[in-house]
């Protein structure tokens, strides 16, 4: 079975900029969660969807969003890009079948620089 | 969801038993124990998890305490591709797949 793909592995920015960062679950999966890895704030929490919703989010400015496709697919978008936003952002799948727990599978990442 | 406590680093031998600890003091009954681990720049990996009884996979066994207040990860035989961050995370179980990292353990194995 595929694992979570992220695209692109790499990317450089300038201040200003936007981006796109895209996600392919695990197949089967529903639930898509997204995070930003900082040296300075390790590993935080943005937002996650399920069915095409967006069900939890964390403490990021408006500049951050995401939405998901109806194959469960995922984008996040990150607007008028800082210097800040450098930073390895993660894509986690899961099943959310239901179960008393849902493990979380986590793509490679895809490292962003702001220049 | 509950916040935890792990030491900044750890050492351990390769072939010997690695123990990691964590506090949870304020871990609450529906609130399950996870732990996770990322090697340098991948994506973080699931271990194990557990509420109130040990629990063992072929990757590591999870020891709670009665008062569940505390955890120890045990890598019966670690190797140095183990060699990585270990966070330990508490949440509630259900559908909230939003996960709390903290600063986790930094784990060094040696030859």
């Known amino acids: 079975k595929a694992g979570v793909t992220q695209t692109p592995r790499y990317l450089i920015k300038t201040r200003g900029q936007q981006v796109t960062l895209s996600c392919s679950p695990i197949?089967?999966?529903?639930?898509v969660s997204w995070y930003q890895q900082t040296p300075g704030q390790g590993l935080q929490f943005l937002f996650e969807y399920f069915s095409e919703t967006q069900r939890n989010k964390g403490n990021f400015p408006g500049r951050f969003s995401g939405r998901q496709f109806s194959n469960s697919r995922s984008e996040m978008n990150v607007s008028t890009l800082e210097l800040g936003d450098s930073a390895l952002y993660l894509c986690?799948?899961?099943?959310?079948?239901?179960?008393?727990?849902?493990?979380?599978?986590f793509g490679p990442g895809t490292r962003l620089t702001v220049l | 969801d509950a916040k935890t406590t792990q030491p900044t680093s750890m050492d351990c031998a390769e072939g010997r038993a690695a123990n990691l600890p964590c506090n949870h003091s304020?871990?609450?009954?529906?609130?399950?124990v996870y732990w996770y681990r990322q090697i340098h720049s991948q994506g973080p990996q699931y271990i194990i998890h557990?509420?109130?009884n040990n629990e063992t996979n072929e990757m590591a066994s999870l020891i709670i305490t009665e008062d569940r207040k505390s955890s120890t990860l045990i890598l019966p035989h670690a190797t140095l591709r183990d060699t990585a961050v270990y966070y330990c995370?508490?949440?509630?179980?259900?559908?909230?797949?939003?996960?709390?990292f903290g600063t986790g353990t930094r784990l060094q194995v040696f030859p």
């Open positions: 986690a799948s899961s099943l959310d079948g239901g179960a008393s727990y849902n493990e979380q599978f």
């Open positions: 557990g509420l109130k």
């Open positions: 197949s089967g999966h529903r639930s």
């Open positions: 304020t871990i609450s009954g529906n609130e399950y």
């Open positions: 995370i508490v949440r509630a179980a259900g559908y909230n797949d939003k996960l709390i």
